[in-house]
């Protein structure tokens, strides 16, 4: 089983900016309002920038290790951390290291389905059931995530602004109902206990850096990487911003807390100049799905690269293997029985995936302070910087 070696550089450090912030905004945008204001009396927002420095760890971690390891393949990365170079003992220790990143790629696709089904089908579509909202959101990411990497990207790019602008603008006119006394006066009972509740509860909103695990291999300028970075993650953390502390303003947290998607009824309370748009949460609503669409898509494509990397995979067995996701995905997605327990899926797995984002590229730079310079650029194939047009087309094995 020979794993790719030399990915070519086909993500720009523009693209990297939208990657990170498209794949960061996502489900926790329509509930981040009420859940940092539980415990915290609606002075959480300042924990938002702490959160994001938290968040920005694994990041700058996944990028450091790239950094070491240019247009290197994960497995590759893997491989050169491990003693013993033994056919079978390479293939087991990849796997080792492949099923707890697989399981946070899965479980991540399969609670933001489920959650977003949730949320059309409670808001938009009463009628239509939970099931059908939840094939068709996996369905689309599945045909993206089969899509070659320069695609990816070029979408990314695309929907960057569809998704940005209108968020901002929302914001801006939310801002007619809102009461400063509600944000200023939670602040004279501040506490560091606020403050950790808060940050742990804004961490979950930060949800799918793992993807550099795959992605950053592509990258064409992983040393000038850091700065794009930060301003992948300060996208979102300055929407999150905005979002949370325009809602603690308009409803109070005494109101925020009693509402299941405060960022949603935020919307539902605004209104258009001119009467432009009589119901605004309906142009939200678009937004969101475009919000949620990049986060899954953009897992759903590390997922399929990750697994046709280890099973070393031709072009049909990508399609299969795409198809096995898309299944186990659908199944983990309709496993809860009701919101409530949706919910705690979702809070372990944002521990879970964190804790996997943290460790896997920490570990590998340790484990990897063994392997000369020289095999970042001299081992299994061309230099890192030689373009390989097979692996631009979606990183088959060399």
Avoid: C
């Amino acid at each position: 089983m020979k794993v790719v070696a030399v990915l070519s550089p086909v993500l720009t450090t523009a693209q990297l900016v939208y990657l990170i912030a498209h794949t960061l905004i996502g489900i926790g945008v329509l509930t981040l309002p009420r859940d940092i204001s539980e415990g915290t009396r609606g002075s959480g927002y300042v924990a938002i920038p702490l959160a994001a420095l938290l968040n920005f760890v694994p990041i700058w971690l996944w990028l450091r290790l790239f950094q070491r390891f240019p247009n290197r393949s994960f497995f590759w990365i893997v491989d050169q951390t491990l003693p013993l170079q033994h056919p079978l003992l390479k293939t087991a220790y990849r796997v080792l290291w492949w099923l707890p990143l697989m399981g946070a790629h899965l479980f991540i696709q399969a609670i933001m389905a489920r959650i977003f089904a949730d949320v059309v089908s409670a808001t938009a579509l009463p009628n239509t059931p939970v099931a059908v909202v939840v094939f068709m959101m996996l369905l689309t990411s599945t045909l993206f995530g089969l899509m070659d990497v320069d695609a990816q990207m070029r979408v990314n790019e695309i929907l960057f602004p569809i998704l940005i602008f209108p968020l901002v603008v929302i914001g801006v006119l939310a801002l007619s109902r809102a009461e400063t006394y509600n944000l200023v006066h939670p602040l004279y009972e501040l506490t560091p206990e606020h403050l950790l509740k808060g940050t742990v509860a804004a961490t979950f909103a930060y949800q799918g850096y793992q993807i550099l695990s795959v992605y950053g291999g592509f990258l064409q300028n992983p040393h000038r990487s850091t700065g794009a970075a930060v301003a992948g993650i300060g996208v979102p953390t300055l929407l999150y911003l905005m979002v949370t502390m325009i809602a603690i303003a308009v409803f109070g947290f005494e109101e925020l807390v009693s509402i299941t998607w405060p960022t949603f009824e935020l919307v539902r309370v605004t209104t258009f100049p001119g009467l432009l748009l009589e119901r605004l949460e309906s142009a939200f609503l678009t937004v969101w799905v475009v919000a949620v669409f990049t986060t899954m898509a953009n897992t759903t494509g590390a997922h399929v690269l990750l697994n046709q990397w280890l099973f070393s995979l031709k072009k049909k067995g990508k399609i299969l293997m795409g198809l096995a996701i898309f299944v186990s995905t659908l199944v983990l997605a309709l496993w809860p029985r009701d919101f409530l327990m949706v919910d705690r899926w979702s809070k372990a797995i944002g521990y879970y995936a964190f804790g996997v984002s943290v460790a896997y590229p920490l570990l590998l730079l340790v484990l990897a302070r063994r392997v000369p310079a020289r095999a970042a650029s001299a081992a299994d194939g061309p230099p890192s910087g030689t373009p390989n047009p097979t692996d631009a087309k979606g990183g088959q094995p060399t």
